[in-house]
């Protein structure tokens, strides 16, 4: 079955900490993103990957990083956790190619808290 | 001025009513809309999209896209408890996706 598949789905750690939230794939999509999303709040966009080896910065700079080195994976890394990266982090995927409208969907997310 | 503009609500409509959530967007450019419902605690989910000026129906959602206007609306008729969310309206612009801030929609039963 097509999805979006993100670990972990919960995650406590203390500050300094370095993490890697995973996100992955099987929709077939060459175009990847992750949003930040504090509750009731709006999705900012941190990184886009338009294929493999292709990464861009979004209007958020949260001291991440993200690699594309296989189509379907998309892990986004904190060097140094801090509280302010407390927040749900939301991995998601669309089609690419002209003509195509692009919908994009969500994964279910890795609501994270960093003590 | 931001890309994309909602009214954030809270809109409450009785159950069986139609709900209307509106949406307004800056850049002409923008390619395609969507409509997604986020719950509580859980992610976007997407219900609708549309590229073309006009209506879009699929089972009890209409959304509406007025070009000129800059306009994007999403009905929800008979409108149910379970729909109760946050509605959160996006374009496409070239390869990036803009959200709004979202609606708040409760269902009375």
């Known amino acids: 079955e097509a999805d979006i598949y993100q670990t972990p789905r919960y995650l406590v750690i203390g500050t300094g900490k370095k993490i890697t939230l995973e996100c992955s794939q099987t929709m077939g999509h060459d175009k990847m993103y992750w949003y930040q999303q504090d509750p009731g709040m709006e999705l900012h966009l941190i990184h886009y990957?338009?294929?493999?080896?292709?990464?861009e910065k979004g209007d958020l700079s949260s001291e991440s990083t993200v690699s594309r080195i296989r189509t379907e994976h998309f892990p986004l890394t904190l060097e140094s956790a801090r509280p302010s990266h407390t927040s749900q982090y939301l991995c998601a995927s669309s089609e690419y190619g002209a003509g195509q409208v692009g919908e994009q969907y969500f994964g279910p997310g890795t609501r994270l808290t960093v003590t | 001025q931001k890309e994309v503009e909602q009214n954030s609500g809270p809109l409450s409509v009785p159950e069986g009513a139609i709900a209307s959530l509106n949406c307004t967007y800056s850049d002409r450019g923008s390619q395609s809309f969507f409509w997604y419902r986020q719950y509580s605690g859980k992610s976007p989910e997407l219900i609708m999209s549309?590229?073309?000026?006009g209506d879009k129906e699929d089972g009890r959602f209409t959304a509406q896209l007025n070009k000129a206007s800059q306009y994007v609306s999403l009905l929800i008729r008979d409108s149910q408890p379970s729909d109760s969310a946050t509605y959160l309206c996006a374009v496409k612009l070239g390869n990036q996706f803009y959200f709004g801030t979202g609606t708040s929609l409760t269902v009375i039963p």
């Open positions: 990957s338009y294929g493999v080896n292709s990464t």
């Open positions: 549309i590229y073309s000026n």
